[in-house]
């Protein structure tokens, strides 16, 4: 619960990060196919669902961090077809399920 109001702020700073809530209580069989073993617990996903990251985290600003980090160092690169059409580039966008006590992504 204390952790919601970070979250909010670090969604709102990263506007290229899509942040999914799930209530824990609501969805323990999907939880438990995730792999959650302690809340709060975030996954890192790549545009094409692929899992990139998953780990507990928590206020703690060591262990806060670990998310931050993780949403940089996946950062997707943008590509672009060169000026004259030749080309193909490819790239995807990143997306970090976050959850509290009662959550989970």
Not at 20 to 46: A, M, Q, S, T
Not at 86 to 93: E, K, S
Request: proline letters at 4%; one cysteine or more; glycine letters at 12%.
């Amino acid at each position: 619960r204390r952790l919601y109001p970070r979250l909010t702020k670090l969604a709102g700073q990263e506007q290229d990060v899509l942040f999914v809530k799930i209530d824990f209580d609501e969805c323990k069989v999907l939880c438990r196919k995730l792999g959650v073993v302690k809340l709060p617990y975030f996954h890192v996903y790549n545009g094409s669902g692929s899992r990139l990251a998953d780990f507990a985290s928590s206020l703690d600003p060591t262990k806060f961090k670990r998310l931050t980090d993780a949403i940089e160092e996946n950062r997707a690169v943008r590509c672009a077809l060169p000026a004259g059409g030749a080309g193909i580039g490819a790239g995807v966008g990143g997306g970090v399920g976050a959850n509290s006590e009662e959550t989970l992504a």
